[in-house]
């Protein structure tokens, strides 16, 4: 499917630069990128855009600005009165990206696909060839299984995320006290194909939600597409029986949030391949900095918008690709599993 067309506008550079970065990030090709001054010197006639985006911070006076008029007038939708964009690294970056998304979306017809559909799942059936890391000695004569999970990981994932987070399960040797919340932007209808798909050859039980069904030890639990959900004070998950909030379900988000309101320092989060910057603004709020924040290496993934935003977020704290993501979980949830149990000697 070809990527909608966009052309920009802005007269100033960093604004042309960001507008340009942010739409690329949601998967628009962005043919021209430019100042209206130098657009009236061009034939834009053979573009064939799907929109345009106009953003205008000088004043200028009426003469110059038909060139305005006659794109108001003409076929494609304008996309105009933005607000200026903060820099990447600040906190209302990730919340202004969404509005702009969610602006271009309701101006055009053709939007980019932001969640995978059951083809790629076909694919996945195959066992990944990578091999397991083997189980730390702390654990080896532990059995967690049916124990509730004190550690949980968030995995959030959208375009090419199931690969990657499929060979990342499959690296994990089984055994380990923790637990994950697998979130992965997908068509709804292929909720269940999924959890039976990436579970297939791990080491862990991958299940869909059931509200107040403990999480375990050695479980996946596949974050529902279509309603909300969070933990009580018991750390049981409950339906909020509303959808998600933005424009995808779920929300990865308010995913990361919600379970950061119970898990606190006891969860981390892993941002893999995909569309767009879900998470980036979930992690930015997180008060503490000792709490985990990685990221798929942007070279290993399907696409690398998504963790891609995170790492500019500056709080990405590991980068990896997804056997390297594994590796790195085992060595953290060994280390804190013996800061914790080690008998201290005086």
Not at 171 to 184: S, T
Not at 250 to 270: C, K, M, T
Not at 305 to 319: C, F, H, K
Request: glycine residues 8%.
């Amino acid at each position: 499917m070809a990527l909608p067309r966009v052309g920009i506008l802005a007269d100033d550079r960093l604004q042309q630069h960001l507008l340009k970065s942010a739409l690329i990030h949601f998967g628009f090709d962005v043919v021209i990128n430019t100042d209206p001054q130098r657009f009236v010197l061009l034939d834009h006639t053979e573009m064939q855009l799907d929109a345009w985006l106009v953003d205008l911070r000088q004043e200028d006076d009426e003469e110059n600005m038909q060139w305005l008029e006659q794109l108001l007038d003409g076929d494609v939708p304008v996309l105009l009165g933005l607000e200026k964009a903060p820099q990447k690294t600040c906190a209302t970056y990730p919340k202004w990206e969404k509005r702009l998304y969610g602006k271009m979306r309701e101006i055009i017809k053709v939007t980019p696909v932001v969640a995978e559909d059951v083809s790629v799942l076909d694919r996945l059936n195959t066992p990944t060839t990578t091999p397991r890391i083997p189980l730390p000695g702390v654990f080896a004569n532990q059995d967690f299984s049916g124990k509730a999970a004190v550690q949980v990981w968030v995995l959030g994932a959208s375009l090419g995320g199931p690969g990657a987070v499929k060979d990342f399960l499959d690296a994990l040797p089984g055994g380990l006290p923790v637990a994950f919340i697998y979130a992965q932007h997908i068509d709804p209808r292929f909720e269940e194909t999924l959890c039976k798909t990436i579970g297939r050859h791990a080491q862990y039980q991958l299940k869909n939600f059931v509200a107040g069904e403990v999480l375990n030890c050695g479980e996946v639990l596949v974050a529902p597409i279509s309603d909300e959900f969070r933990f009580d004070g018991d750390g049981l998950p409950r339906s909020l029986e509303r959808s998600w909030p933005g424009p995808y379900g779920p929300s990865i988000d308010q995913v990361i949030l919600n379970v950061n309101e119970y898990f606190g320092q006891r969860a981390g989060y892993i941002l893999f391949s995909g569309m767009g910057n879900d998470g980036s603004e979930a992690v930015m709020s997180l008060k503490d900095s000792k709490v985990p924040v990685w990221a798929q290496a942007p070279q290993s993934c399907a696409n690398a918008s998504m963790p891609e935003s995170a790492i500019e977020t500056s709080r990405v704290n590991y980068i990896g690709d997804p056997y390297q993501l594994a590796l790195q979980l085992v060595n953290c949830v060994k280390h804190s599993w013996i800061n914790i149990h080690e008998p201290i000697h005086h």
